[in-house]
């Protein structure tokens, strides 16, 4: 059975393995192992998601089966080119368990989170060829408004902006 909680610092080193191991299930065919190993030592090093966990202005929560981590989502101030209250900035679950309501659970609690913090409008970036996530996003009310180049090593991708009125 899927447990959902708040992040804890004691979590830290295991949503950090998480969150590596799922971006390489999805993106890794993508990239050159230099860029690669670059984006996960920034995005999920020391002074990145790790850092996140209890810190002002982020909510993380975490989806678990048997104690390990399954999927979470993480809010936070916007740092997208684009008006918001807030920032959906992750969402990731792992492909075990995709297609199992983790995702949905997961969206349910940032909307409700985001509202219940007074926010109007959320917004994320998604890789304009991730698809499954576009549809995801979509049935929740989510449409595109913009680009934003996202950086990962020497590659720039094209993120989309996508955002809902909440």
Known sequence: MIEYRDAERADATALTEMAQRSFVE??????????????????????GLPSHVGAPGYAIRLALEDGAIAG??????????????????????LGAWQGRGVAAALMEWALATARAQGART??????AGNVRAQRFYARYGFAEIGR??????????????????L
């Open 72 to 93: 979470f989502a993480k809010l936070g101030k916007n740092s997208l080119p684009a008006p918001a209250a807030v920032e959906l900035k992750q969402l990731y679950v």
């Open 26 to 47: 999805t993106f890794a065919h993508l990239y050159g192992q230099a860029d690669l190993e670059g984006f996960i030592a920034d995005a999920f090093g020391p002074s």
């Open 122 to 127: 959320m917004v994320l970036g998604v890789f």
């Open 148 to 165: 934003n180049p996202f950086r990962v090593g020497q590659q720039i991708d094209d993120d989309r902006i996508w955002s809902v009125k």
